[in-house]
């Protein structure tokens, strides 16, 4: 079976730039997360989806951040504008009422 | 937070046995032990949990103590490939809630 996908892996952009972030989660699937990873911690939930719901976006920063799952299957997530602190691996992870979310390999953003 | 603690580095000898220790002294009564692991690049992958018995795949072996106030991973072999960043985390089983990861430890496998 297809894994998580994410684009792009790698973006650079400068402070104050906005970015966006896209998802594929693995089909039926109807969970979906976004974490961000800060070099040298785990990972931290920034919201979550059930189907095209938000079922947690406590920890979102929603006046730079946003994000939306159109139709319950793919999500985006973008930064405007983005700060330096918001360097980071963006994680997308998918799954369903089991025990085990998978994970995308994570798009590496660097804000200069 | 975070509810378990783990050393945040260790070394293994390629071939031997890596024995990851997890501290979990107020892990609640439904909540089960998971084990993520990281390797550099990619994102976290699902290893093992359990409840209170010791659990086996053909990743791990999952020891959970009889208070269950602390387990401990074991990679009966370690590879190369083994050098990742492991997770553990306490949750209630199937649901959909996030995980909440600490910091982990880094297990380096040398040659």
């Known amino acids: 079976e297809a894994g998580v996908a994410q684009s792009p892996r790698y973006k650079i952009i400068e402070k104050r730039q906005s970015v966006a972030f896209w998802c594929n989660p693995i089909?039926?699937?109807?969970?979906l997360y976004w974490y961000q990873q800060i070099l040298g911690q785990g990972p931290k939930l920034l919201i979550q989806?059930?189907?095209?719901?938000?079922?947690?976006d406590s920890q979102l920063p929603k006046d730079r951040f946003s994000a939306e799952r159109l139709k319950g299957v793919d999500s985006t997530l973008k930064i405007q504008p983005a700060k330096l602190e918001d360097s980071a691996v963006y994680l997308c992870?998918?799954?369903?009422?089991?025990?085990?979310?998978?994970f995308g390999p994570g798009t590496r953003l660097t804000v200069l | 937070d975070a509810k378990t603690t783990q050393p945040p580095s260790m070394d293994c000898a390629e071939g031997r046995a890596a024995n990851l220790p997890c501290n979990h002294s107020?892990?609640?009564?439904?909540?089960?032990v998971y084990w993520y692991r990281q390797i550099h690049s990619q994102g976290p992958q699902y290893i093992i949990h359990?409840?209170?018995n010791n659990e086996t795949n053909e990743m791990a072996s999952l020891i959970i103590t009889e208070d269950r106030k602390s387990s401990t991973l074991i990679l009966p072999h370690a590879t190369l490939r083994d050098t990742a960043v492991y997770y553990c985390?306490?949750?209630?089983?199937?649901?959909?809630?996030?995980?909440?990861f600490g910091t982990g430890t880094r297990l380096q496998v040398f040659p």
């Open positions: 985390i306490v949750r209630v089983p199937y649901n959909t809630d996030k995980l909440i």
């Open positions: 089909s039926g699937h109807a969970t």
């Open positions: 992870a998918s799954g369903t009422n089991t025990d085990t979310q998978y």
């Open positions: 989806f059930q189907n095209n719901g938000v079922v947690d």
């Open positions: 107020t892990i609640s009564g439904n909540e089960y």
């Open positions: 359990g409840l209170k």
